[in-house]
C-alpha cells in the first residue's frame, strides 16, 4: 500500500514538472470530464487524498476552494503542506488498521460503512482515475504525457542472492 502512494507522489510531482512548461491559461482551462482543468485536477487529487486519511483519523475536513490555489506554486505548497501528514498516517499503518469499521455520511444524510483497508485504496485508486484524465488532456493540447508506468521508477528493488 505504501508503495502505490509513493509511486502517486512520484508521478504527481512528474505532472508539477510537466506543468511548468505549459502556458497558465492551458493550466486552467476547463476540460471535458474530471473536476475541471489541469491545474484544478491535481489540487483535487491533493485535497481528495488527505481528505480521507483526515477523515479516517477522525480530523475535519479541508474546506477551502480551488480560486484560492489557482497557480501551480501554489498548488504545490499546499500538498507539500497535506503529504507530510498523510506519510505519518501511512508509517503508523498497521494490519489490524484493514479491517477498522469507518462511516461516512452521504449527501442524503445516510450513512455508508467501509473498512479503512477499503477507503484508503480508494485514495490510490481516485488518483490513478485522475492521471488518465491529464493524460489525455495532454495529448490534447498536443503534449507527451507523464508516463504512468510503475515498472522502473525503482520503487521496490529486488532482492538479488550473492551466490559465492
Known sequence: MQTMFRYNWLVREEWYRWCEDVPEEELLRIRTGGVGGILHTLFHIADVEWSWVRALQGK??????????????????????????????????????????????????????????EVIRHAIAHEIHHIGQLSIWAREIGRKPVSANLIGKGLIRPHIEKND
Open 60 to 117: 475535519p475536513d479541508f474546506q477551502e476552494s480551488f480560486e484560492d490555489y489557482r497557480s501551480l506554486e501554489k498548488v504545490r505548497r499546499l500538498d507539500a503542506s497535506f503529504r507530510q501528514e498523510v506519510e505519518e498516517f501511512l508509517q503508523s499503518w498497521e494490519a489490524n488498521m484493514e479491517t477498522l469499521p469507518f462511516y461516512d455520511q452521504q449527501k442524503d444524510g445516510e450513512f455508508s460503512g467501509y473498512s479503512w483497508g
